[in-house]
């Protein structure tokens, strides 16, 4: 059962456009999300969170929006740039958890295009 | 920030060998590391969760005496792929989570290593 669901695994930008990447969840319990970004051969990097208190958390180019009575989130880049291209993962932690691990989705492989 | 040190980045071994990786936080103590493991073109897939000081947390499906787990300090985790075979080939990944900065922060990477078996 896949409780956080990215269902593009691949996306192709124009370089200076805006990139939306979406991510849907299905457990109510998620309170904190994340967005993680992915070179080939390398561990994920953080980009930017987004508790559930908020609907909207911005960091420079990157923009996190969560809209919690859809389970919906996206992360928007603007403007889109070649080193962007990678894999991005959606992530979420459930409320009172503990040290439990983040809960990930499949990963949306990201090309922007010059 | 913190940083989570994995080694080594890449290694190549024998089929029945057995192969140790390395996952240390830098700057920080932690009391928990997780273990990732990542097929080509798939998401992250949490292997187990290694806890100082006790047994690692296996997740359903997960060989524990295939993927042998040690946490023995607050700052080194190990994985032990134990008689690796082809199909233990893929890239590993360690996390861990800086618990002065709080639960609810992000969790840091390693930087993976890529594990081919011959």
């Known amino acids: 059962d896949q409780q956080v669901k990215q269902n593009s695994p691949s996306l192709s930008v124009q370089e200076g456009r805006i990139s939306i990447l979406n991510c849907d969840y299905t457990?109510?319990?998620?309170?904190?999300f994340l967005w993680y970004k992915k070179y080939p051969a390398e561990g994920p990097t953080f980009l930017i969170s987004i508790s559930s208190i908020k609907d909207k958390n911005e960091d420079g180019r990157f923009t996190v929006f969560l809209n919690k009575s859809a389970k919906h989130l996206s992360l928007h880049i603007v403007p889109s740039q070649p080193g962007d291209s990678a894999v991005y993962f959606c992530?979420?932690?459930?409320?009172?958890?503990?040290?439990?691990?983040?809960?990930f989705g499949k990963g949306t492989r990201l090309s922007v295009i010059a | 920030g913190a940083v989570v040190s994995q080694h080594p980045s890449r290694v190549i071994c024998k089929s029945g060998t057995s192969v140790k990786i390395e996952c240390r936080s830098l700057d920080f103590q932690a009391t928990t590391m997780f273990w990732y493991r990542q097929f080509p073109k798939k998401s992250l897939m949490l292997m187990a969760t290694?806890?100082?000081?006790?047994?690692?947390?296996?997740e359903q499906g997960v060989e524990k005496d295939k993927f042998l787990i040690n946490h023995a300090s607050l700052t080194l985790s190990t994985l032990t792929v134990t008689s690796a075979h082809p199909e233990d080939s893929s890239f590993y990944i360690c996390s861990a989570r800086d618990p002065v900065r709080g639960l609810n922060t992000e969790a840091f990477f390693g930087q993976g290593t890529r594990l081919t078996v011959v």
């Open positions: 457990n109510s319990m998620f309170d904190y």
């Open positions: 992530a979420a932690r459930p409320k009172n958890s503990g040290n439990t691990p983040l809960v």
């Open positions: 290694s806890n100082e000081g006790s047994k690692a947390t296996y």
